[in-house]
């Protein structure tokens, strides 16, 4: 890779490197495969930089980083994890909005997932989504709509209590 290509992907990484933590962390549900999710994605994009067009680079690397995840939860069909030690808080609203959404998004089918978090939290357009996704429009919508009931019937379950009395 030429250095002006290095010294370009570098300012990139360097930009935006919380915003992608923070997709992988919501498309994957914890730190550990978010970063996993994100070095990969951006060795892939290094390799490809020469050939990503000026202003295209963080739309590849969106595509690569749902490629990724969307391949790997087809591999996986959930892994169970244990003694799963809690993530530092950086503030309590972070800490539980990010509880919150985990919970809520945790158990979904990884397509509505994905659509959710592209929709709702990168705020791209129902085309955007299916142009990223290669999925037509209709199949975005409908994935977003279920995705949508699904977590307002999460939202309106009662809170599970301790022991009967």
């Avoid at 992988?24 to 060795?43: K, M, S």
């Avoid at 169970?80 to 945790?106: I, K, Q, Y």
Wanted: with cysteine; net charge neutral.
């Amino acid at each position: 890779m030429r250095r002006t290509d290095e010294d370009a992907f570098r300012a990139f990484v360097a930009e935006r490197q919380t915003a992608l933590r923070r997709r992988a962390f919501l498309l994957c549900g914890n730190w550990a495969d978010g970063d996993e999710l994100v070095q990969e994605a951006l060795a892939r994009v290094y390799v490809a930089w020469p050939r990503i067009g000026a202003g295209a680079q963080a739309a590849y690397t969106r595509r690569t980083m749902l490629n990724l995840y969307l391949n790997d939860q087809r591999k996986r069909r959930r892994e169970v994890l244990t003694d799963d030690l809690p993530e530092p808080p950086t503030s309590d609203h972070d800490r539980d909005l990010a509880m919150t959404l985990t919970g809520l998004l945790d158990g979904l089918p990884e397509k509505q997932r994905a659509v959710l978090v592209l929709r709702f939290w990168e705020d791209l357009t129902v085309p955007q989504i299916a142009e990223c996704t290669g999925v037509a429009e209709g199949t975005i919508k409908s994935q977003i709509s279920r995705g949508l009931a699904a977590l307002r019937d999460r939202l309106a379950e009662p809170p599970l209590s301790g022991a009967l009395t």
